[in-house]
């Protein structure tokens, strides 16, 4: 029998990705695109999987006061969720996007790398080279 919700291992792992997770590797995903993570490696799943559970476990307690309940049926929930298949589908979406970017070399804004190769500078910027030129 398959377990599996909606393509996810469970329904905690699925609300999980899809309230919070999808945002944040989003979010993540501009912030490496900015330079904000040079040294950052996502190659292993286990750190990947750590700063996921560390992010997410921020945002569900930060309103729940310690030693509730509800706290201890937050952790429960949290406790189903599978933190490595967040973790490898956060990769992969890292792998597909996170790399097609550089930065501007003046101002530093996102640039898409096309088929390889860097352009250098954004528009904006190569305007103002041609203007200097
Ligand atoms: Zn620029």
Redesign the pocket.
Known sequence: MDNKYNGWANYATWRIQLEIVDDYVHMLTNEIAEGQYDDWDWSDVADVADTIRNYVDEVITQDIPNDSLALSYAYAFLSDVDWYELATHAQEYWEENAKQFTA??????PLEIIEGSAPG??N??EKLMEVKL
């Open positions: 501007c070399d003046n101002c530093e804004a500078y954004c904006d910027c």
